[in-house]
C-alpha cells in the first residue's frame, strides 16, 4: 500500500497521545520483546503490511530469530514460543478480532493466571495500541518497505 494522506501532519496531537499509550506500555516492564511479538501478531491478523515490516525489523533488531518471526501467525502449531508468549498472543489475537462474544472467559482466565492482573492490563493496552496503529496504516495508508529499525523508539523516546 501507499501513503493515501499524511495524518501525523493533519492531526499531530493525535498522533501524540498513541505515542503517549507507547511511552506507557513501554514503562510497564513487559518484556520487549513480548511486546514485539504481540504487536507482529495483531498486524498480521490485521492485514497491516506496513507494521508487519516495522515490527519484524524491530524485533530482527532486538536479536529474535527469523524462525519465531515466520512463526507468529502459526504458532499454535510450533514449539517455539513460551507458556507466557502463547498466552499473549492468544490474548492478542483475542482482543484483536473481538466479535459478538467478546473475549471468552477461559482465555482471559488463562491469560490472568499467565501475567497477573497488572501485566494483563499492561498487555491489553500493547494490544489496543498495536490495532490503533494498523487502522491508521491500513486505513490512511504507509509506505511499506520505509520503516528503518528503530525509528519508532527513536519517535517514542523524543
Known sequence: MTRRIAFEEIAPEGVQR???LERYVR???LEPSLLELVRLAASYRNGCAYCVDMHTKDARERGETEQRLYAVPVWRETPFFSAR????LAWAEAVTE?????VPDALYADTL???GAEDLVSLT??????NC???LAIALGADVGSYEPG????????
Open 125 to 130: 493496552f500493547a494490544v489496543v495500541a498495536i
Open 113 to 115: 493466571e499467565a501475567f
Open 98 to 102: 473481538l466479535g459478538p462474544e467478546g
Open 18 to 20: 498513541i505515542l503517549d
Open 151 to 158: 525509528q519508532l523508539a527513536r519517535v517514542q523516546s523524543g
Open 85 to 88: 508468549e502463547r498466552a499473549a
Open 27 to 29: 514503562s510497564t516492564g
Open 133 to 135: 496503529w494498523n487502522r
